[in-house]
């Protein structure tokens, strides 16, 4: 798998980030399922780790979109407010 990078990835208003958040949860649980099928439950300690730590990134950025979606709504309420006056 090969990730394009972050710089040639267009704006896309098809999606919403609820939405891939939601469907990117689904997946790891997914992968996790073909994990425990492959290698035995309880998973082996890297697997286990890797999956965690994409679940925690995933977690953060989320985290990040939101205090940026709060700090784009109380800026723009700043600005309804001063064209008010």
């Given at each position: 798998?090969?990730?394009r ?11 919403n ?8 949860g ?25 999956l965690n730590?994409?679940?925690f990134?995933?977690?953060q ?20 407010l001063n064209?008010?006056?």
């Amino acid at each position: 798998m090969k990730m394009r990078k972050y710089e040639d990835i267009k704006p896309s208003n098809r999606t919403n980030f609820v939405m891939v958040y939601y469907h990117a949860g689904r997946t790891l649980t997914q992968i996790e399922t073909l994990l425990k099928k492959a290698y035995g439950n309880p998973l082996p300690t890297r697997p286990r780790d890797r999956l965690n730590r994409l679940q925690f990134k995933l977690e953060q950025m989320t985290a990040r979109y939101k205090q940026s979606q709060n700090e784009l709504k109380a800026e723009y309420q700043a600005k309804k407010l001063n064209s008010i006056k």
